[in-house]
């Protein structure tokens, strides 16, 4: 990463701008081990030299792409879950806004997840919000004792499969809505929460996605900056 001197001066920050919004492009075409540093500091318009000057490597490079999106979707869920106390509700609808992000962002939820790397361990900042949500499960004794453990990882898990399987296929709404309420049963039963509770969170989940409003796919990530470059 850049040093704060380093973005704070003006060349630098262009510089770094150039680069992240190349590695973008590049990344929603391909993985990363597929791109060169050639490829990213070629498509900047910008020397190899000064691509090391804010990145030790392009894996590095990478992951600040992909955590820059996912602190996006972290901001939408946190938009989402306002006022909601349930901790299993919550879970759920950090979920519904992945799966709605894919559905009308899909060219960034590829980018995420291709960019994104190392975001499993428990205390990553990133993953904060579903470990307190779990946590208030297990406190509550609403989830068996395993979730204490390993319940962050098999929730953001489900969240990333949910991603991948609306990209992958690209769904009518009312398909991803129903797809969202079987991983949101199978996943709450999973942590121990109560089959009937699991299913009425599900439902009124897949119900909120399927009346929300869609978004022309991309459109706006067209001409919105990447999160993070300024």
């Known amino acids: ?13 262009r510089t ?4 992240l919004s190349a590695g973008f492009e590049l ?9 060169a540093i050639d490829d990213i500091v070629t498509r900047a318009g910008v020397a190899k030299g000064s691509f090391f000057n804010h990145f030790s ?8 792409i992909g955590a820059a999106v996912r602190d996006e979707v972290e901001q939408r869920v946190g938009a989402a879950n306002a006022g909601v106390t349930d901790p299993a509700e919550r879970l759920a609808g950090g979920m519904r806004v992945a799966v709605d992000y894919a559905l009308t962002e899909r060219e ?12 499993t361990g428990l205390d990553h900042d990133l993953n ?7 946590e208030a499960l297990v406190a509550a004794g ?68 399927r009346a929300s409003a869609s978004r022309p796919e991309d459109a706006a990530a067209r001409t919105r900056p990447i999160p993070g470059q300024g």
């Open 142 to 209: 609403l989830a068996r004792p395993e979730a204490a453990r390993s319940g962050m990882r098999f929730w953001l898990g489900l969240c990333n499969v949910a991603m991948l399987n609306v990209i992958e296929r690209q769904p009518p709404r009312d398909d991803a809505a129903e797809r969202l309420r079987e991983m949101l049963v199978l996943g709450l039963c999973g942590l121990g929460v109560d089959p009937l509770r699991a299913q009425q969170v599900a439902d009124a989940s897949a119900a909120r996605l």
């Open 1 to 13: 990463m850049a040093s704060a001197a380093t973005v704070s001066n003006p060349r630098a920050a």
């Open 108 to 119: 960034r939820a590829i980018v995420m997840l291709r960019g994104l790397e190392l975001s």
């Open 57 to 64: 490597d392009k894996h590095g490079f990478a992951n600040a």
């Open 16 to 19: 770094r701008a150039a680069l």
């Open 128 to 134: 904060r919000g579903i470990r307190a949500d779990i």
């Open 27 to 35: 990344l929603a075409q391909r993985p990363i081990d597929a791109i």
